[in-house]
């Protein structure tokens, strides 16, 4: 069995809810062991059998037959999520302002170059592999860029964690 940060996109927000106790209870079914969830966000770290994205999928199909809503899972290795978080290539003024946006897949070049001709202001993106690393010059609740738009037009899903969230679920990985 192999850890893996799981991460759920999309989670306890516009009427998709999903108790932590309940992804932990999913996990568990699906084979995986020494499970625990970090805040009510979708964010889950456990042993996980076979091939993690099997177990992905097997989640995705567990998680839309209970509760009735499709939701992406993007998981990674803690050593992912540790390379992720020294990557992040912009200045940190405020953790919770600077994000780091696990992808399903890796932007082609002209995704990206579509997605780079959006404004930002004072906002700043970047994708390195299948990370999008974001640092909001005001806050996530007052963005100056068009995210959405910009998450569109890169073609790939994915799932944003703040800088706080990302350590600790290192920390929980390391346990």
Do not use: C
């Not at 978080?85 to 994000?99: G, N, Q, R, W």
């Not at 706080?164 to 990985?173: E, G, H, Q, S, Y």
């Amino acid at each position: 069995m192999a850890t893996r940060i799981v991460l759920l996109r999309a989670v306890n927000v516009g009427g998709a809810t999903l108790p932590m106790a309940e992804l932990r209870a999913l996990a568990t079914e699906l084979g995986a062991t020494d499970v625990a969830t970090y805040i009510a966000s979708g964010n889950l770290v456990a042993d996980v059998p076979g091939d993690p994205a099997a177990f992905d999928r097997a989640l995705e199909k567990a998680v839309e037959e209970r509760f009735g809503f499709a939701r992406d899972v993007i998981s990674r290795t803690r050593q992912q999520v540790q390379a992720a978080l020294e990557a992040h290539p912009f200045d940190v003024v405020e953790p919770k302002f600077s994000y780091v946006s696990f992808l399903t897949g890796e932007p082609t070049a002209d995704a990206l170059a579509t997605a780079e001709t959006y404004e930002t202001i004072d906002d700043r993106w970047q994708v390195i592999g299948t990370e999008m690393h974001i640092r909001y010059a005001d806050g996530p609740g007052r963005p100056q860029m068009k995210g959405d738009s910009i998450g569109r037009a890169l073609g790939v899903a994915g799932t944003a964690r703040n800088l706080n969230t990302v350590k600790k679920l290192i920390d929980l990985a390391d346990r």
